[in-house]
């Protein structure tokens, strides 16, 4: 089954203690992105990868990093996790083309206390 | 700068009516527009998508969205709504961004659907 999927589902965690979210499709996809998505906000991109190895900004990338070591995955990194950080994170693939829709997670939600 | 709007954080219809959810757009270069609807607890689920051609696209479980490019606007409708049409509705926008031509997505802030019996 063709699918994108993210753990953990849910994580309480405490400022400061670096964590990993994983992300993972089956797809062969080449573009890879995560979002947040916080009330009246919608989604915002943080991250997103056209391929291993590249990887740009989107809208909100402070305070995260990731990296595309392997085409099938792309994880978020939180060094320093703040409680303005709290949110509900999906990560999201693609063929390689603008007219090529997205694939999302299930998503995780993250608190920090 | 690139925005999304949804003007909408809430529509109600009944069930049987015509529902329309609005979005609009504000980004340089073609645009290419999407449609997602996001179920309590799911991720994000592909409708419907424009590209280029015909201003009206049709997509899944009966929703369409018309495109308009004077009013920059891709509205989704439906003819007739269903209770199970209720869920968070997102429009979407992928514009070509910097040195590679990478793809950056902006999306809105989402419209609550309720479909009442």
């Known amino acids: 089954e063709a699918q994108v999927t993210q753990n953990p589902r849910y994580l309480i965690t405490v400022t400061g203690k670096k964590l990993t979210v994983t992300c993972s499709q089956n797809?062969?996809?080449?573009?890879m992105s995560w979002y947040r998505q916080d009330p009246g906000l919608g989604l915002r991109q943080i991250y997103y990868?056209?391929?291993?190895?590249?990887?740009d900004k989107g809208d909100v990338p402070e305070g995260y990093k990731v990296s595309r070591k392997e085409k099938r995955n792309f994880p978020l990194i939180l060094e320093s996790p703040s409680p303005n950080q709290t949110s509900l994170y999906f990560c999201?693939?693609?063929?390689?083309?603008?007219?090529?829709?997205?694939?999302f997670g299930p998503g995780t939600r993250l608190t920090v206390l | 700068a690139q925005s999304v709007a949804q003007p909408e954080d809430q529509v109600n219809v009944a069930e049987g009516n015509p529902l329309t959810v609005k979005c609009t757009y504000s980004?340089?270069?073609?645009?290419?527009l999407f449609w997602y609807v996001q179920y309590p607890n799911r991720g994000l689920q592909f409708l419907l998508k424009?590209?280029?051609?015909?201003?009206l696209v049709k997509g899944s479980y009966g929703f369409e969205a018309e495109f308009n490019k004077s009013q920059t606007s891709f509205h989704l409708k439906k003819p007739s709504a269903l209770v199970s049409d209720s869920a968070l509705y997102f429009c979407?926008?992928?514009?070509?961004?910097?040195?590679?031509?990478?793809?950056?997505?902006?999306f809105g802030s989402g419209t609550k659907l309720n479909v009442k019996p």
């Open positions: 999201a693939s693609s063929l390689i083309l603008s007219t090529d829709t997205q694939y």
């Open positions: 797809m062969n996809h080449e573009y």
């Open positions: 990868s056209m391929n291993v190895e590249v990887t």
């Open positions: 980004v340089s270069g073609n645009p290419y």
């Open positions: 424009y590209i280029t051609g015909d201003n």
């Open positions: 979407a926008v992928r514009v070509s961004s910097g040195l590679y031509n990478f793809n950056k997505f902006y």
